[in-house]
């Protein structure tokens, strides 16, 4: 047996083992992530501490304010904004920053799922 594959198989031992005795737990799927829930007007997501927010959402814009709570809320999606990588990679958020100040927010720095979100008009 080639040596990687004795690594490989040493591994799925070791991992039954210890998920049979309850100390590792798998992580979840991409499926299972949170999504964004509407709730009175505004769809609320979990988001980075301290997430920049921007006053144009096409990557040049500067940054307006921050979002220091991690479960904020947000108004509408826009995908057609500037590159920002990730699984939507154009997409923005429109939100308020934690100062007051209306901005965007890149869709990288939301870890809940943004389809639900209505566009922005």
Known sequence: ???HLRVRAAALTAAAALGSLGLIVPT???SAQHQCTLETNAY????VYAAKVYD???GTGKVVG????TYSWF????DNGGYVGGPHPNR????????????WMK???????????IRCN
């Open 107 to 117: 869709d990288t720095s939301v870890s809940s799922e943004t389809d639900p979100l």
């Open 92 to 103: 923005w958020l429109l939100t308020k920053a934690d100062n007051g100040v209306w901005g």
């Open 1 to 3: 047996m080639r040596l």
């Open 28 to 30: 979840a799927s991409a």
């Open 56 to 58: 144009k959402f096409d």
């Open 44 to 47: 609320y997501c979990y988001n």
């Open 75 to 78: 108004s509408c999606r826009l």
């Open 66 to 69: 921050y979002m220091y709570s």
